[in-house]
């Protein structure tokens, strides 16, 4: 059986307000922008996720709220507060014990960043997959009976797309 994980980091966020808690920065125009670009872009590549698994940051339920809408039927979307700043380790164990065979993941670098290089098998060649932009995603699949099973290195890369790619 496969499994196919949707990384992507949310869209760009704003710093106008200093005193802003970190947890409520919201999106910029660009990231509200890059989120719908996204979503439009799944939706017209088929990566259906059936459901989406959001840290409970501001930024991170924007983000969603741009690329849910533009996928057909948006799947169930669970907010994990153990997301906001996550280690690799943290994200990969929201995933086991899932049922679904196709998982978004939305949250925060370097996590986000650290996680992706750990499993893919082979690194795009990408320059901005090392350090992993906003809104950037990356599509894996993986030849496992369940989210558990995943391991390392274990990865196929279907796709790398950045917003840049996708707007004018």
Avoid at 57 to 73: F, K, S
Avoid at 146 to 154: I, T
Wanted: aromatic share 6%; charged share 25%.
């Amino acid at each position: 059986m496969s499994r196919r994980l949707i990384l992507t980091r949310h869209a760009k966020s704003a710093w106008d307000h200093p005193d802003l808690d970190d947890h409520d920065r919201p999106l910029t125009r660009r990231g509200e922008r890059s989120a719908t670009a996204i979503g439009r872009w799944l939706s017209e590549n088929d990566h259906r996720p059936e459901v989406a698994l959001l840290s409970t940051a501001r930024r991170v339920v924007e983000t969603w709220a741009g690329i849910g809408p533009r996928l057909c039927a948006a799947p169930n979307a669970v907010r994990d507060r153990a997301l906001y700043h996550s280690s690799p380790e943290t994200m990969l164990a929201a995933l086991v014990g899932r049922p679904e065979a196709c998982v978004i993941l939305i949250a925060h670098n370097p996590g986000m960043a650290t996680l992706a290089q750990r499993l893919v098998r082979t690194t795009p060649d990408r320059g901005e997959f090392a350090y992993f932009p906003t809104c950037a995603t990356l599509i894996l699949d993986f030849e496992v009976a369940s989210w558990g099973d995943v391991a390392p290195r274990e990865g196929h890369v279907v796709d790398f797309v950045v917003p840049r790619d996708l707007t004018d």
